[in-house]
């Protein structure tokens, strides 16, 4: 009987997550299977793989034959390194302690750059929800800005229509924070001679 390590879909449609199992290679991708050896998540960023790191080295010293996608798993959780370093200390190259502390520098190594990716990962996540937040404030800002400007320009229009007096249009003009804009403001109304209170300064 021949033995693959595929992968077998869970899931909803959209959000797919995978047993890893040794199956025998007749059978259907979601069908029966000799043994779960763990699970694979692609939808989180690093994807989250749950391994029998020793059910599955000991699946592939039995000729088991892994997938493609599989093949790939394994080589990130280190169980193919494993194996060919068990192949060394089998023809003599080196000693199983050899061989364990290759191993060990291996995995070291490999969970410096998974954390190195997290990291990377949780600032730009921050760093574009700061930018967002800026883009947003700055859209507020502009449309609060031209606000003004349109209850500046109905102050102005009212005004020279002999609505409104100078102190009632001083007092429409207080949410404009820009001293240009209030001078072009009064401009129209004809009453620069008007003095801006400090208060809108």
Same mark, same amino acid.
């Given at each position: 009987?021949?033995?693959?390590? +595929?992968?077998? +879909?869970?899931?909803?449609?959209?959000?797919?997550?995978?047993?890893?199992?040794? /199956?025998?290679?007749?059978?259907?991708?979601?069908?029966?299977?000799?043994?779960?050896?763990?699970?694979?998540?692609? !939808?989180?960023?690093?994807?989250?793989?749950?391994?029998?790191?020793? +059910?599955?080295?000991?699946?592939?010293?039995?000729?088991?034959?892994?997938?493609?996608?599989?093949?790939?798993?394994?080589?990130?959780?280190?169980?193919?390194?494993?194996?060919?370093?068990?192949?060394?200390?089998?023809?003599?190259?080196?000693?199983?302690?050899?061989?364990?502390?290759?191993? !060990?520098?291996?995995?070291?190594?490999?969970?410096?750059?998974?954390?190195?990716?997290?990291?990377?990962?949780?600032?730009?996540?921050?760093?574009?929800?700061?930018?967002?937040? /800026?883009?947003?404030?700055?859209?507020?800002?502009?449309?609060?800005?031209?606000?003004?400007?349109?209850?500046?320009?109905?102050?102005?229009?009212?005004?020279?229509?002999?609505?409104?007096?100078?102190?009632?249009?001083?007092?429409?003009?207080?949410?404009? +924070?820009?001293?240009?804009?209030?001078? !072009?403001?009064?401009?129209?109304?004809?009453?620069?001679?008007?003095?801006?209170?400090?208060?809108?300064?």
């Amino acid at each position: 009987m021949a033995v693959k390590i +595929r992968l077998a +879909r869970h899931g909803k449609k959209g959000y797919a997550f995978y047993h890893i199992v040794a /199956a025998d290679s007749r059978a259907p991708r979601d069908g029966k299977f000799i043994e779960k050896l763990g699970t694979y998540n692609p !939808n989180t960023n690093p994807a989250t793989i749950d391994l029998k790191f020793d +059910r599955a080295l000991d699946w592939l010293l039995k000729g088991a034959q892994p997938t493609d996608t599989c093949r790939a798993i394994l080589s990130y959780k280190g169980v193919l390194y494993k194996k060919h370093l068990l192949g060394g200390v089998a023809k003599g190259a080196f000693t199983d302690a050899d061989a364990e502390a290759k191993f !060990n520098k291996w995995v070291e190594q490999k969970e410096g750059k998974i954390a190195a990716k997290t990291n990377k990962l949780s600032t730009d996540a921050a760093a574009a929800r700061k930018a967002q937040l /800026a883009a947003e404030a700055k859209v507020k800002e502009e449309r609060a800005a031209a606000l003004a400007e349109k209850k500046a320009a109905e102050a102005a229009a009212a005004a020279a229509a002999g609505q409104m007096s100078h102190d009632a249009v001083l007092t429409a003009l207080l949410p404009i +924070r820009s001293i240009v804009s209030i001078h !072009n403001a009064l401009l129209q109304l004809k009453v620069v001679d008007v003095a801006v209170p400090h208060t809108i300064l």
